[in-house]
């Protein structure tokens, strides 16, 4: 679709999405088919010109924190699922304040705390709402939670206490799909949930897998299903597969790269978050990321953390790489700067 396109026509293009044009399903199946480097290229291309449009040179910057990794699924994707024989971690209340006081005034724009369907905190809701208030209480900065789904009492609650960001992956709107990956878990409870949270107030995001069996045809269902429900930050991963899960021996055979899911999704979601993860490929990778269309920064960890990462790629790596610092120093290589405070506040909407 790009293959005989200048750069002036490129631009026109960029300019049309910015304008409000909305892709068909033929220019998505298009699109997710390009193969060539050439017209990948092209596709970056545009796609860094939407983003600019919309957010310039800056960047947002996520903190990281998982802070329980024990969990009662069994996502065949994920090693953390309960049937994985591993070491786990949960952190004592005490141990999170700290964390926070190592985070104070680093440049953070929001951190994220993450755990598995901890039994501890989903019987006990009430222990994460505590949390959540002592993290708002010692930071003062937006919160992201991301604890799987909990009934919608709890969410309130939550966002009482400090919470403005659900993150809640569906990871796939092909339901066939759902259902090897997502193994026993609702898929309308896990949509629901988010869009509970979303029409009481809080900003919301959705998140796909590639690279874990997903056709173009379902990549573009899941993509029509992220649109339908408005989210205010879009995610794709790679999946790495994780030693002792059921997915660890699969390999895929397509060629939807997230790089290219990504600026397929900041064509789709034009003024949207969309992450650049470190948990993947580290800081080279958050480069491509950024030059695909992304625009946050995250798992970002904080200083010396010995906390873990979700596909953790550095996993056997005797040194990690994933610090605001480093995050930084990359981003002014690239001409790029971390945005303000205030920039990050004008999209929750405070
Ligand atoms: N337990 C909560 C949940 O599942 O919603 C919170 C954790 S959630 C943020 C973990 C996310 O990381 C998954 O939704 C999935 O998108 C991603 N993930 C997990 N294992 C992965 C893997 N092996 N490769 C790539 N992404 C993975
Ligand atoms: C990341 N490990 O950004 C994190 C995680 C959870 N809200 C985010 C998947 O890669
Ligand atoms: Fe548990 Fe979340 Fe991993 Fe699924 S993705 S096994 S819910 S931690």
Same mark, same amino acid.
């Given at each position: 679709?790009?293959?005989?396109?200048?750069?002036?026509?490129?631009?026109?293009?960029?300019?049309?999405?910015?304008?409000?044009?909305?892709?068909?399903?033929?220019?998505? %199946?298009?699109?997710?088919?390009?193969?060539?480097?050439?017209? /990948?290229?092209?596709?970056?291309?545009?796609?860094?010109?939407?983003? @600019?449009?919309?957010?310039?040179?800056?960047?947002?910057? $996520?903190?990281?924190?998982?802070?329980?990794?024990?969990?009662?699924?069994?996502? *065949?994707?994920?090693?953390? $699922?309960?049937?994985?024989?591993?070491?786990?971690?949960?952190?004592?209340?005490?141990? #999170?304040?700290? *964390?926070?006081?190592?985070?104070?005034?680093?440049?953070?724009?929001?951190?994220?705390? *993450?755990?598995?369907?901890?039994?501890?905190?989903?019987?006990?809701?009430?222990?994460?709402?505590?949390?959540?208030?002592?993290?708002?209480?010692?930071?003062?900065?937006?919160?992201? !939670?991301?604890?799987?789904?909990?009934?919608?009492?709890?969410?309130?609650?939550?966002? %009482? $206490?400090?919470?403005?960001?659900?993150?809640?992956?569906?990871?796939?709107?092909?339901?066939?799909?759902?259902?090897?990956?997502?193994?026993?878990?609702?898929?309308?409870?896990?949509?629901?949930? %988010?869009?509970?949270?979303?029409?009481?107030?809080?900003?919301?995001?959705?998140?796909?897998? =590639?690279? #874990?069996?997903?056709?173009?045809?379902? *990549?573009? =269902?899941?993509?029509?299903?992220?649109?339908?429900?408005?989210?205010?930050?879009?995610? !794709?991963?790679?999946?790495?597969?994780?030693?002792?899960?059921?997915?660890? @021996?699969?390999?895929?055979?397509?060629?939807?790269?997230? &790089?290219?899911?990504? +600026?397929?999704?900041?064509?789709?979601?034009?003024?949207? &978050?969309?992450?650049?993860?470190?948990?993947?490929?580290?800081?080279?990778?958050?480069?491509? %990321?950024?030059? +695909?269309? +992304?625009?946050? #920064?995250?798992?970002?960890?904080?200083?010396?953390?010995?906390?873990?990462?979700? +596909? $953790?790629?550095?996993?056997?790596?005797?040194?990690?790489?994933?610090?605001?610092?480093?995050?930084?120093?990359?981003?002014?290589?690239?001409?790029?700067?971390?945005?303000?405070?205030?920039?990050?506040?004008?999209? /929750?909407?405070?």
């Amino acid at each position: 679709m790009f293959q005989k396109m200048a750069n002036n026509e490129l631009d026109k293009f960029g300019e049309k999405i910015i304008e409000g044009y909305r892709l068909s399903d033929d220019e998505l %199946r298009a699109l997710l088919s390009l193969g060539s480097e050439e017209e /990948l290229e092209k596709l970056y291309y545009v796609a860094r010109k939407v983003r @600019d449009h919309f957010f310039g040179n800056r960047v947002f910057l $996520n903190c990281f924190i998982y802070f329980s990794t024990y969990c009662k699924n069994q996502c *065949t994707f994920c090693y953390y $699922n309960c049937k994985n024989e591993i070491k786990r971690y949960r952190l004592t209340p005490e141990e #999170v304040r700290d *964390t926070c006081k190592v985070l104070k005034g680093l440049g953070f724009h929001m951190v994220d705390l *993450t755990m598995g369907e901890d039994p501890y905190y989903h019987d006990e809701p009430g222990r994460f709402v505590e949390m959540v208030r002592t993290v708002k209480e010692e930071l003062g900065l937006p919160i992201m !939670v991301s604890p799987g789904v909990m009934d919608n009492s709890t969410l309130l609650e939550l966002k %009482r $206490n400090g919470a403005n960001f659900l993150a809640l992956y569906q990871e796939t709107y092909d339901r066939e799909l759902y259902a090897k990956l997502r193994v026993g878990q609702s898929f309308d409870g896990r949509a629901g949930s %988010r869009l509970f949270a979303k029409e009481n107030g809080y900003c919301v995001e959705d998140g796909l897998l =590639t690279g #874990v069996g997903n056709d173009i045809e379902s *990549t573009i =269902t899941s993509l029509r299903g992220m649109e339908a429900n408005n989210p205010d930050m879009v995610r !794709v991963m790679t999946f790495l597969p994780q030693e002792g899960t059921p997915l660890a @021996d699969f390999q895929d055979s397509s060629n939807l790269s997230e &790089l290219k899911i990504i +600026a397929v999704q900041r064509l789709m979601f034009p003024d949207r &978050l969309i992450p650049a993860s470190l948990d993947l490929e580290g800081i080279d990778g958050m480069v491509y %990321r950024l030059n +695909a269309g +992304a625009n946050i #920064v995250t798992s970002i960890l904080p200083p010396d953390s010995r906390l873990e990462g979700v +596909a $953790n790629y550095d996993r056997e790596l005797e040194e990690r790489d994933r610090s605001i610092t480093s995050v930084i120093l990359r981003l002014e290589s690239m001409g790029m700067e971390p945005a303000s405070q205030a920039d990050f506040e004008k999209i /929750l909407g405070c």
